[in-house]
């Protein structure tokens, strides 16, 4: 398994390895890869790729709302998992799953969904629905529980994956 993830201020780096971790606890591998440095990276023969990203103005990042976040402090990414879905595809039915971070706002919106969106336009297969885990303003951190959570959600991915798939010709 693969994690391409992008995250300005950590919080959605650090759940990304709480979710490599539940990977792991499953004996399963999974590689965190931050999205800037993934460009040739990334292994194309992966069984399940995960995407992550936080909520920028109800959505996915832009190069724009990053440097946005930049006046806010020092940032990890300065590249989108956006951009490196778009350089590198996605085979025809590859099994994704995505994730984003956000606030606990009534009109937070959501970038995992935008990035189910663009999954399924690259051909991809959502293997579970898009997840959200919930930070506390920019700076706070994952809420209490999101790690443990995020944890958990590594281990049910290992589960989806191993199981079969229903659809799959017999
Ligand atoms: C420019 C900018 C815009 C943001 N807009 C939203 C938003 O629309 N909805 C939301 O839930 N959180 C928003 N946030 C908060 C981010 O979701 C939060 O900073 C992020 O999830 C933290 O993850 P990170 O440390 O991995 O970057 C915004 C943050 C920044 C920097």
């Not at 992550?52 to 990042?61: E, G, I, K």
């Not at 989806?160 to 017999?170: F, H, L, Y």
């Amino acid at each position: 398994m693969v994690l391409v993830v992008e995250s300005m201020f950590g919080s959605t780096l650090r759940l990304a390895q709480h979710v490599a971790v539940g990977c792991a606890s499953m004996d399963a591998r999974c590689d965190v890869i931050e999205a800037g440095c993934a460009v040739g990276r990334v292994p194309p023969d992966r069984d399940l790729l995960v995407l992550a990203c936080p909520t920028h103005l109800r959505r996915a990042p832009t190069q724009r709302s990053r440097a946005a976040a930049a006046t806010d402090g020092p940032v990890l990414s300065h590249a989108g998992v956006t951009d490196w879905l778009a350089t590198a595809g996605l085979r025809r039915g590859e099994p994704v799953a995505v994730f984003d971070t956000r606030v606990d706002a009534r009109f937070a919106g959501s970038a995992a969904k935008e990035l189910a969106r663009q999954v399924r336009r690259a051909g991809g297969a959502l293997v579970v629905p898009p997840t959200s885990f919930v930070v506390v303003g920019r700076h706070g951190g994952p809420a209490a529980g999101e790690d443990d959570r995020a944890y958990a959600w590594g281990r049910d991915l290992v589960r989806t994956a191993a199981a079969p798939d229903p659809g799959a010709e017999k």
